[in-house]
């Protein structure tokens, strides 16, 4: 129904004056040290209880903060699962090399998914396939046998990544929320177009490529295979021809620029979501909007802490959603 | 039975106004204050602002009451009973849809622009002001609609059949 969510729309809407603009992202930025940056965050309201947080801790905190606020204001958030087959795939890729390499690390493993990530690892150590959710079944087991078997590393990661491509993709595919469906889509081709120059660069045959790239509707997998294979002037033709033709410059830059102009792509996307009123749209937005904000204050973070210069950190800065 | 049918009509005419009109007014209420419930858990000091933003679409229950009573007073229902034609019957029956009609959208419709103005005051509250323009010029047609159907409804009293 059209008027649905209309209670959690206006409240996302009080919570959207929280975000970070431009101004906010340019203050940390012009942050002097690491540590300033953080005590600028926690002025901000950024983590939780603790006096000294590191960067993971403030940000897992804040990303807690996220799906904490949409688990009151959402009855069943299995709508929001398209953004979660990521977190669940890469989970599923760490149970399977920490089993496989025997190791004990667990701060490999993301807190948020469909699946949580201690079943997933005890899945993978008992090799109990069938406990798993459908889709992840037939891949779970291919990838663990892959790596088991030949110590193919980058075998097991091509076979996760696409299976959480094609879950994206599915889930997007069986949305009702125009948002959620293009969501998956920018995502599945942006992800296929980052492989596939990752693959032209580093010289991969086609069979390789095809394997790797998931199906999508604005950009055909084969094709893109077959292009990535010729190298990456081939690849920049074929996207001249598809809707990613601004990528093209961006793509000769450098793999950085290309990401940031991913994310970007989806951050114009959901924006006017700022305006409506009603419906799981401004809800998804703001999941997406949080992220991208987490994931731009990574960046700073990460680069403040690495002594980056200012320049370098900003082109790496995505826009923000307010 | 026929004698009594223009009674009949009248007051289904009146019935219409007062329901239609307060089911949409109900219905606007309603959403404006999901919305308004929303922004005050987030921010309490904003209730007054919100407040109004809800209250703007209830008008509309008013103006279908305010017709129907007029109508049932007309007819003697309320009041000195006097006789109803069939002919005039119907005539207080048309002359009441338009509030009910005109009031039960335009009080769904401001409903709904009354949301989004409570979003605008969540966000900018310094625009209040604005914020309560959007929903009143859906008003201007529940306004309209009243206006007709008083001059209607006083119109149909003063024809003799």
């Given at each position: 129904m059209s008027e649905s969510y209309t209670y959690a729309v206006a409240r996302i809407r009080a919570n959207e004056l929280a975000l970070f603009n431009d101004q906010t992202i340019e203050q940390l930025l012009a942050a002097k040290s690491y540590e300033e940056c953080i005590r600028l965050l926690q002025d901000k309201g950024w983590g939780g209880m603790e006096a000294n947080p590191t960067a993971e801790s403030l940000l897992a905190e804040e990303r807690e903060k996220t799906w904490a606020l949409m688990r009151e204001l959402v009855p069943d958030l299995s709508v929001f699962d398209v953004f979660l087959y990521t977190n669940d795939y890469h989970n599923l890729k760490a149970a399977i090399k920490l089993v496989c390499t025997g190791s004990e690390d667990f701060g490999l493993f993301i807190s948020h998914g469909t699946v949580d990530h201690r079943e997933l690892l005890h899945t993978v150590q008992e090799r109990d396939w069938g406990s798993l959710p459908d889709p992840m079944r037939g891949p779970a087991e291919e990838a663990y046998n892959a790596l088991a078997q030949t110590r193919d590393g980058q075998l097991c990661d091509i076979i996760l990544d696409r299976a959480a491509?094609?879950?994206?993709?599915?889930?997007?595919?069986?949305?009702?929320?125009?948002?959620?469906?293009?969501?998956?889509?920018?995502?599945?081709?942006?992800?296929?177009?980052?492989?596939?120059?990752?693959?032209?660069?580093?010289?991969?045959?086609?069979?390789?490529?095809?394997?790797?790239?998931?199906?999508?509707?604005?950009?055909?997998?084969?094709?893109?295979?077959?292009?990535?294979?010729?190298?990456?002037?081939?690849?920049?033709?074929?996207?001249?021809?598809?809707?990613?033709?601004?990528?093209?410059?961006?793509?000769?830059?450098?793999?950085?620029?290309?990401?940031?102009?991913?994310?970007?792509?989806?951050?114009?996307?959901?924006?006017?979501?700022?305006?409506?009123?009603?419906?799981?749209?401004?809800?998804?937005?703001?999941?997406?909007?949080?992220?991208?904000?987490?994931?731009?204050?990574?960046?700073?973070?990460?680069?403040?802490?690495?002594?980056?210069?200012?320049?370098?950190?900003?082109?790496?800065?995505?826009?923000?959603?307010? | 039975m026929m004698a009594n049918m223009g009674i009949a009509f009248a007051i289904l005419g009146a019935a219409l106004a007062a329901c239609l009109a307060g089911a949409g007014s109900a219905i606007g209420v309603g959403i404006a204050g999901q919305a308004a419930a929303g922004v005050t858990t987030e921010d309490p000091a904003k209730f007054s602002k919100v407040l109004i933003l809800q209250l703007l679409p209830g008008t509309q229950g008013i103006y279908g009451l305010l017709i129907a009573f007029l109508c049932l007073s007309n007819v003697g229902v309320i009041g000195t009973p006097v006789e109803i034609s069939l002919a005039k019957g119907v005539m207080y029956f048309f002359a009441c849809l338009p509030m009910a009609i005109a009031g039960l959208m335009s009080a769904i419709y401001q409903g709904k622009a009354s949301v989004s103005c409570i979003s605008m005051v969540a966000k900018r509250p310094d625009q209040f002001g604005k914020a309560m323009i959007f929903p009143a010029m859906v008003e201007t047609y529940a306004i309209l609609a009243l206006l007709i159907s008083l001059l209607a409804i006083s119109g149909v009293g003063a024809i003799n059949i």
């Open positions: 491509l094609d879950a994206v993709y599915t889930a997007g595919k069986a949305s009702r929320d125009e948002l959620i469906r293009k969501y998956a889509e920018l995502t599945v081709a942006s992800a296929d177009i980052k492989t596939a120059v990752r693959c032209a660069r580093t010289g991969k045959p086609v069979d390789f490529i095809r394997r790797a790239l998931a199906e999508c509707d604005s950009l055909s997998a084969s094709r893109l295979a077959k292009a990535a294979a010729e190298g990456l002037d081939s690849i920049c033709d074929l996207l001249a021809t598809t809707d990613y033709a601004d990528a093209v410059e961006v793509l000769r830059q450098s793999p950085s620029a290309f990401e940031r102009w991913c994310d970007n792509l989806i951050i114009r996307y959901i924006r006017p979501q700022q305006f409506q009123s009603f419906g799981i749209g401004p809800l998804a937005a703001y999941i997406l909007g949080r992220e991208n904000e987490i994931k731009s204050v990574r960046i700073i973070l990460s680069g403040k802490l690495n002594q980056l210069s200012d320049q370098s950190i900003r082109e790496r800065v995505r826009e923000m959603y307010v | -």
